[in-house]
Each structure stands twice: as structure tokens, then as C-alpha cells.
Nanobody
Framework: QVQLVESGGGLVQAGGSLRLSCAAS????????MAWFRQAPGKEREFVAV????????YYGDSVKGRFTISRDNAQNTVYLQMNSLKPEDTAVYYC????????????????????WGQGTQVTVSS
């Protein structure tokens, strides 16, 4: 059974930083890319960032470019999201997701390309 477990969420003031972690477990777990999405109350789940296992290629959503950094530790099957200069609008539940290969039918920022999801971790940014 593959599991993705997020951690590192919490309450922070605007302008502050948090670092999220997503640890994957499961004997048969393989991944091509891992991504972060977020969902605020009453809103659609939004793409945040993605990183590939091979080469560490990254891609970010427009709302977080220049403030968030995604990184990986392949040996630990762990992905991180360093969030700096946080804003109240960053408040959301942050989810980790993985894919063992893109279908080619959707953009890499599409939720439909990811088949394994974590339970989420709450990030709250106060003004």
C-alpha cells in the first residue's frame, strides 16, 4: 500500500516561512513526479508546484513563483516545499500527489495526472 504523508503545516504570520514535507512509503512505490496542490475553503484545488524524480525538473504555479521552492530527496522518497514570504491568500490545505508517469493527455499541473494523494496539511497565514 502506497502512502503519502504530509507534515510541516501550521500557523504563521504574513511574511513568514514554512517548510512542508511529503514522505512516500510502500514497497512498490515508484514515482516519476511529485507535486503539491492546495485547496482553500470554497475554492477549487489549485496546482502549486511539481518536481521530477529524474533531473529534478520543476514547474510552479504563477501565484507562488519566486516565493516557493520545491525540492526532493530521492533516497528518502521525500519531497519538500519551502514557502517564503507567505501571504494570507496562501492559507489552504496543502496536498502532496504523485504520478508514476504522465499520460500526455493533460498539462502536468492537472490534478488528473496524479493518482496517489496524501491527506493534506493545513497552512494558515495570519495578516
Amino acid at each position: 500500500q502506497v502512502q503519502l504523508v504530509e507534515s510541516g503545516g501550521g500557523l504563521v504570520q504574513a511574511g513568514g516561512s514554512l517548510r512542508l514535507s511529503c514522505a512516500a512509503s510502500g514497497r512498490t512505490f515508484t514515482w516519476h513526479a511529485m507535486a503539491w496542490f492546495r485547496q482553500a475553503p470554497g475554492k477549487e484545488r489549485e496546482f502549486v508546484a511539481v518536481i521530477t524524480r529524474a533531473g529534478g525538473v520543476t514547474y510552479y504555479g504563477d501565484s507562488v513563483k519566486g516565493r516557493f521552492t520545491i525540492s526532493r530527496d530521492n533516497a528518502q522518497n521525500t519531497v519538500y516545499l519551502q514557502m517564503n514570504s507567505l501571504k494570507p491568500e496562501d492559507t489552504a490545505v496543502y496536498y502532496c500527489a504523485s504520478t508514476d508517469g504522465y499520460s500526455g493527455n493533460n498539462h502536468i499541473s492537472s490534478r488528473d495526472e496524479y493518482d496517489c494523494w496524501g491527506q493534506g496539511t493545513q497552512v494558515t497565514v495570519s495578516s
